[in-house]
């Protein structure tokens, strides 16, 4: 028999946040193990219950919405990088959705830098695109492969060359690993002859509330600046930490749009850009 739990492991650091229900039985406070390990061979475990409420998740329609927790970590330990883990002991070998995750007191230093066709780029990327979709509950079965990353790097117009290209992609590492990219082109939400680029930016939730996204949004505008005449983008509604964003940095709500595959109505905003001005250079290092 297959059990469905619903539930996200939402923020991870001095406290670890989520919420955990089962459909079949709302009334049921699930019990929860939260594993900390921070790679000294030894992993801390903490037993707590998804009984807190919040009025997002009943007005969500998760049962009477006390499927919230809270955990505060030891500080000792907070202050050092370590995974985190949330198990249902009731329910073994199923893990809260959006766990394995990485609390990152200091980001330190990131790599922008563009996505090379020549590199083994492609398939970094495509891992690192299915990697989040499986992190948030999706299937990675949409997500490009290698080989459509490459066909897309390949088409006339990708590059940095000034004045020049009008397709551009840039991915941000730390220690190595993929955490965010962007990608600048004449796709949906732009209308085609109008002159706007379409920004899409994705962010690993381990590296979010850093400054990084604002860091990788400022390097798309320098990368676009003198290709087009504005950014635009489509963001879900329900996504407020990334509307707020947007709209810090300047971009206007241009009202509802609808993705022409699925349909799925998203905000549009839109941020002109000035005709000129100096690119960045292809790789640029920043300390956060």
């Given amino acids: 028999m297959t059990v469905c739990v619903e539930g996200f492991l939402e923020e ?39 009984d807190r409420h919040r009025g997002d998740l009943q007005s969500a329609g998760k049962g009477d919405g006390r499927c919230g927790f809270a955990f505060t970590v030891p500080a000792a330990f907070a202050a050092h990088e370590h995974d985190v883990d949330v198990r249902l002991p009731d329910f073994p ?8 995750r990485r609390a990152i007191p200091v980001l330190g230093p990131v790599t922008l830098r563009a996505v090379h066709p020549a590199q083994d780029d492609a398939e970094r ?34 590059g940095s060359g000034y004045g020049r290209a009008e397709r551009g992609w840039l991915m941000a590492e730390r220690n190595g690993r993929i955490v965010g990219h962007c990608r600048i082109g004449p796709d949906w939400p732009a209308e085609p002859g109008t002159g706007g680029l379409a920004l899409g930016i994705e962010l690993h939730p381990d590296v979010r509330s850093h ?15 003198g290709r087009g005449a504005r950014l635009e983008l489509a ?40 005709p000129r001005g100096t690119p960045r250079s292809a790789v640029v290092t920043l300390v956060l």
């Fill in 12 to 50: 991870v650091g001095p406290q670890v946040t989520g919420w955990a229900w089962l459909p079949a039985d709302p009334a049921r406070r699930l019990r929860l193990s939260l594993l900390l390990d921070g790679g000294s061979g030894s992993v801390l475990r903490f037993d707590t219950l998804a």
């Fill in 93 to 100: 070998g199923i893990r809260l959705s959006g766990a394995p």
């Fill in 125 to 158: 990327l495509s891992g690192f695109l299915a990697g989040m979709a499986r992190l948030q509950g999706g299937s990675a079965a949409a997500v490009p492969d290698a080989e459509t990353i490459r066909s897309w790097l390949a088409t006339p117009g990708y």
């Fill in 211 to 225: 400054g990084l996204g604002h860091a990788l949004m400022r390097a798309a505008e320098d990368w676009a600046t």
């Fill in 235 to 274: 963001v879900l509604p329900h996504n407020a930490r990334a509307l707020a964003l947007y709209r810090k940095l300047g971009y206007t709500d241009l009202g509802p749009v609808a993705h022409p595959a699925t349909g799925e109505v998203h905000r549009h905003m839109a941020r002109p850009l000035p």
